[in-house]
């Protein structure tokens, strides 16, 4: 009997599309999951006359497949996959790779890919994006791990993985242990900004200038001609078309109370974690947690009953102003992003390839967007960039920016409109482009209170100085101290 390339354990509907995708692009592929009738279903269903294996024990997966053996563990993040491996390791040989293919937080991954070689097998964690249809016809891949296991994976990984226009795989090895669910985290944390944006960019059209669904969804089509061209900005613009059978907007039903899963908020404490201002990814994650208080919220309205004034101005330029300002931030998104992973590389000693992680994004991702080729060439330009703000071409691009992004932003300050991730991102610029920051005060403050001490102008850095600011404090000072 004939055995498989690869299995695939979990047939929900990521690892279901996963194993059509194997099994469409010429491989074999043994599935099993925890409820056997799953599993019958699919081989009966979908899957039936096509070259897949069906099993229903762990031990019968093992013994489907080719050496070394490659198992993609499609389960939820957490202890279930810890759970999955110790069922699993009694039953493999040394080289025999495990592939979690979840959401998995990176020091899980770190841990597990440590465990896994300390037995001799080998360890991938690999970030999937792109959702149900990106499993099935192309998503971007972007495994870590065990770096002997990625010659055996590699032909199956970049033969289902989404392409650019010419031909390059949205799939490359990222580096050891967490390192590819670490990159997963942070695509998850830009994904959460871009959301934001888009939805305080439709904020502004629907309540400031008292647009239509009707005619956002033709501003959104628009902008996906341009520079925002990009999955997220195409999807909008289908969702304010869609209608209820009465004819109304499927959009103005849903109701204002977002949800999440938690890898915003570790790409945060990540980032706290590090000391990178993660301002406006940080920013979005909070959005949704505002939303979440939607009682709350309805109260509040009705004691403050704001009253957004009406439009005066010349609607088709600001729109264009907006625009602006959503590509001016969604720089930031990306600028805070890259500086977050340069800070992990330098902590766990990754070489990550930023040029490539651009082109793993460019397809098949939900925030694949033509822009992340300008990225790839900045990278490329220069491998040490350390902030996409000091690239040539993105601060040309900023500075053609930045009068709608502070007129947009000035605007919906005065008519009461939030602006949490706009404000936040040109927040963010104004700070990084600012060559003298009150921090000088802050650290006197901290000298004075708890002398904590500081750095002088007029002294070589890294000399610390303390000052009796009150005459009888003393001169004792803190022998700690974080810049």
Not at 73 to 93: F, N, R, S, Y
Not at 165 to 186: L, R, Y
Not at 320 to 331: D, N
Not at 358 to 380: N, P, Q, T, Y
């Given at each position: 009997?004939k055995?498989?390339?690869i299995?695939?354990?979990?047939?929900?509907?990521?690892?279901e599309n996963?194993?059509?995708?194997?099994?469409?692009?010429?491989?074999?592929?043994?599935?099993?999951?925890?409820?056997?009738?799953?599993?019958?279903?699919?081989i009966?269903?979908?899957?039936?006359?096509?070259?897949f294996i069906?099993?229903?024990?762990?031990?019968?997966?093992?013994a489907?497949?080719?050496?070394?053996?490659?198992?993609?563990?499609?389960?939820?993040?957490?202890?279930?996959?810890?759970a999955?491996?110790?069922?699993?390791?009694?039953?493999?040989?040394?080289?025999?790779?495990?592939?979690?293919?979840?959401?998995s937080?990176f020091?899980?991954?770190?841990?597990?890919t440590?465990?896994a070689?300390?037995?001799?097998?080998?360890?991938?964690g690999?970030?999937v994006?792109?959702g149900?249809e990106?499993?099935?016809?192309?998503?971007?891949?972007?495994p870590?791990?065990?770096?002997?296991?990625?010659?055996?994976?590699?032909?199956?990984?970049?033969?289902?993985?989404?392409?650019?226009?010419?031909g390059?795989p949205?799939?490359?090895?990222?580096?050891?242990?967490?390192?590819?669910?670490?990159?997963?985290?942070?695509?998850?944390?830009?994904?959460?900004?871009?959301?934001?944006?888009?939805?305080?960019?439709?904020?502004?059209?629907?309540?400031?200038l008292?647009?239509?669904?009707?005619?956002?969804?033709?501003?959104?089509?628009?902008?996906?001609?341009?520079?925002?061209?990009?999955?997220?900005?195409?999807i909008?613009a289908?969702?304010?078309?869609?209608?209820?059978?009465?004819?109304s907007?499927?959009?103005d039903?849903?109701?204002?109370?977002?949800?999440?899963?938690?890898?915003?908020?570790?790409t945060?404490?990540?980032?706290?974690?590090?000391?990178?201002?993660?301002?406006?990814i940080?920013?979005?994650?909070?959005?949704?947690?505002?939303s979440?208080?939607?009682?709350e919220r309805v109260?509040?309205?009705?004691?403050y009953?704001?009253?957004?004034?009406?439009?005066?101005g010349?609607?088709?330029?600001?729109?264009e102003?907006?625009r602006?300002a959503?590509?001016?931030?969604?720089?930031?998104?990306?600028a805070?992003?890259y500086?977050?992973?340069?800070?992990?590389?330098?902590?766990?000693?990754?070489?990550?390839?930023?040029?490539?992680?651009?082109?793993?994004?460019?397809g098949?991702?939900?925030i694949?967007?033509?822009?992340?080729?300008?990225?790839?060439e900045?990278f490329?330009?220069?491998?040490?960039?350390?902030?996409l703000?000091?690239?040539?071409y993105?601060?040309?691009?900023?500075?053609?920016?930045?009068p709608?992004?502070?007129?947009v932003?000035?605007?919906?300050?005065?008519?009461?409109?939030?602006?949490?991730?706009?404000?936040?991102?040109?927040?963010?610029?104004?700070?990084?482009?600012?060559?003298?920051l009150?921090?000088?005060?802050?650290?006197?403050?901290?000298?004075?209170?708890g002398?904590?001490?500081y750095?002088?102008?007029?002294?070589?850095?890294?000399?610390m100085?303390?000052t009796?600011?009150?005459?009888?404090?003393?001169?004792?000072?803190?022998?700690?101290?974080?810049?």
């Amino acid at each position: 009997m004939k055995k498989a390339d690869i299995g695939v354990i979990g047939l929900a509907v990521m690892g279901e599309n996963l194993a059509m995708n194997m099994e469409s692009k010429g491989f074999t592929v043994a599935v099993y999951n925890r409820t056997a009738e799953k599993v019958d279903a699919f081989i009966n269903g979908r899957a039936a006359g096509k070259n897949f294996i069906g099993t229903h024990t762990p031990e019968e997966l093992v013994a489907a497949l080719e050496k070394p053996r490659k198992i993609f563990m499609m389960v939820k993040a957490g202890a279930a996959v810890d759970a999955l491996i110790a069922t699993l390791t009694p039953l493999l040989e040394e080289g025999d790779i495990l592939i979690d293919g979840g959401n998995s937080h990176f020091p899980d991954t770190m841990r597990r890919t440590a465990e896994a070689e300390s037995k001799g097998l080998l360890y991938v964690g690999t970030g999937v994006s792109g959702g149900e249809e990106g499993a099935l016809k192309g998503p971007s891949l972007m495994p870590g791990g065990s770096p002997a296991a990625w010659e055996h994976i590699r032909p199956i990984f970049q033969s289902i993985c989404a392409k650019v226009e010419d031909g390059s795989p949205c799939c490359d090895w990222v580096g050891e242990n967490g390192a590819g669910h670490f990159v997963k985290m942070v695509h998850n944390g830009i994904e959460y900004s871009d959301m934001q944006l888009i939805c305080e960019a439709y904020q502004l059209m629907r309540d400031g200038l008292g647009m239509s669904d009707e005619e956002m969804h033709e501003v959104f089509a628009a902008w996906n001609k341009t520079e925002l061209d990009s999955y997220l900005i195409e999807i909008t613009a289908d969702i304010l078309s869609h209608r209820e059978e009465d004819g109304s907007y499927t959009v103005d039903h849903i109701l204002d109370r977002a949800g999440q899963k938690g890898t915003g908020k570790w790409t945060s404490i990540s980032a706290l974690d590090a000391g990178i201002p993660l301002t406006l990814i940080s920013e979005a994650v909070f959005s949704r947690c505002l939303s979440a208080q939607k009682d709350e919220r309805v109260k509040a309205a009705a004691l403050y009953g704001r009253k957004i004034p009406a439009f005066e101005g010349d609607k088709a330029a600001f729109v264009e102003s907006i625009r602006k300002a959503l590509y001016a931030s969604k720089i930031i998104s990306y600028a805070q992003g890259y500086a977050l992973m340069r800070a992990a590389a330098k902590e766990y000693g990754w070489n990550l390839n930023y040029g490539g992680i651009a082109l793993m994004w460019r397809g098949g991702c939900i925030i694949r967007s033509v822009f992340l080729g300008k990225i790839k060439e900045a990278f490329d330009k220069n491998p040490e960039l350390d902030n996409l703000l000091n690239d040539s071409y993105f601060s040309g691009v900023m500075q053609q920016l930045l009068p709608a992004w502070r007129e947009v932003v000035a605007c919906a300050v005065k008519a009461g409109i939030p602006m949490p991730a706009f404000s936040s991102a040109l927040s963010y610029f104004d700070g990084y482009t600012c060559a003298s920051l009150p921090a000088n005060l802050l650290q006197a403050q901290r000298d004075y209170f708890g002398a904590h001490t500081y750095e002088r102008t007029d002294a070589p850095r890294g000399e610390m100085f303390h000052t009796n600011w009150t005459g009888h404090g003393g001169n004792t000072a803190s022998s700690s101290y974080n810049a």
